[in-house]
């Protein structure tokens, strides 16, 4: 089963940086994807990996992750 997990951030650099993390250790492009005017970044992940995402998000430090 996969989710959809969603980090609200501040700024477009921290939104980026977290993409960068995610594609670096093995996240397809595909799966991630950027709103540049909510500054968010949404993540369809398997259960599998949901835990090494949200790790990852949350270093970020995102206003918020739902």
Known sequence: MRKTI????????AMR?????LLSVGIPR???FMDTAQ???KV???EATEREVNEIL???QPIKLH
């Open 58 to 60: 949350t270093r970020h």
């Open 44 to 46: 369809i992940t398997p």
């Open 17 to 21: 940086n977290a993409m960068d993390d």
């Open 30 to 32: 595909e799966q991630l």
């Open 39 to 41: 500054i968010s970044l």
């Open 6 to 13: 969603t980090g609200d951030f501040r700024t477009e650099d």
